[in-house]
């Protein structure tokens, strides 16, 4: 068994994508492609599934994986005590949903690719509900997440900053001008809502469900972006975050309905796996986002 073949390993499970994999490693695919068939029959079992472009980690892939990572996170840190020029090194994996890759992490990607040159950033932007789930395979080393600000079993976690949520609609929309709402004048409506699983679309249909209300018209979207904009042309109400439309707002092509939605708090939040080893790549892009968070939270 080689190092090499670690590595490789490591990256398609990041990665899913033999052509991607590749790509990573600087191999042509057909690499990636024999070094897997080497490991893979060397260890007598199967570490991943192809279907079609799609690549799965088996149980055997997904059990092998935790060692991996260790291994290669012990040569990190053993590369990283011998280094004479003191520069951090190394890769970290991040991910997070379409709403925090626009609104809250580009200014944490960009200090930190700024102090440390010499780290690998890595960033997979992932729907929702499968954050958790590439956590928890290594499929990612750092989460970010939009929801409810609670805690998370085998994940250590912290909040980096509340995010409020408005109900909006566009400034010519019936219900735009009122002071007050029931849930009958949401009758007939169109709600212009983010794919199912979402922690935020579960909380209001919720909220609307317990004060009577039934089924609901919705148009289903994966962008904040592409919710807002129909909102502003008048095609539906939307549930957005503060951070998303605040713009807008104040530019009165938006306008906040008086609905409460302080029944639940969100927050985005940071989350890493509890027995992943923090590499002083990790324990840099941890620190950094901290600062980072703080300094926003006092402008």
């Not at 990665?15 to 492609?33: G, H, I």
């Not at 249909?205 to 909102?231: D, H, P, V, W, Y």
Request: hydrophobic share 40%; net charge negative.
């Amino acid at each position: 068994m080689e190092l090499r073949q670690l590595k490789t390993f490591h990256t398609l499970a990041s990665t899913l994508n033999f052509s991607r994999a590749a790509e990573v490693q600087n191999y042509v695919p057909s690499t990636v492609t024999m070094q897997m068939k080497a490991l893979e029959e060397e260890l007598g079992v199967k570490l991943v599934d192809r279907l079609g472009k799609k690549v799965i980690l088996t149980d055997a892939g997904r059990s092998f994986l935790r060692y991996v990572d260790n291994i290669l996170g012990e040569l990190e840190e053993a590369q990283y005590a011998v280094k004479q020029s003191g520069e951090v090194t190394g890769t970290v994996v991040i991910s997070a949903d379409e709403t925090l890759c626009t609104y809250r992490l580009p200014a944490v990607l960009r200090r930190f690719r700024l102090r440390y040159p010499g780290i690998r950033l890595m960033f997979r932007p992932l729907a929702n509900p499968n954050l958790k789930q590439s956590l928890r395979e290594g499929g990612a080393d750092i989460i970010f997440m939009l929801d409810e600000d609670k805690g998370e079993t085998g994940f250590c976690g912290e909040k980096m900053l509340d995010e409020p949520f408005y109900v909006l609609a566009a400034p010519d929309h019936p219900l735009a001008a009122r002071t007050a709402l029931t849930i009958e004048d949401f009758n007939g409506e169109t709600f212009l809502l983010t794919e199912k699983g979402c922690s935020y679309r579960t909380f209001f249909e919720r909220s609307l469900s317990q004060k009577g209300m039934g089924g609901i018209t919705e148009l289903e979207f994966n962008s904040a972006e592409a919710i807002k904009q129909c909102a502003k042309i008048g095609m539906g109400i939307a549930i957005l975050p503060e951070m998303a439309v605040i713009a807008e707002v104040n530019r009165g092509e938006l306008v906040p309905l008086p609905w409460d939605l302080t029944a639940t708090s969100f927050a985005t939040q940071m989350f890493w796996h509890e027995e992943k080893w923090i590499s002083p790549a990790i324990e840099a892009f941890l620190n950094l986002t901290r600062d980072t968070f703080l300094k926003n939270s006092t402008l």
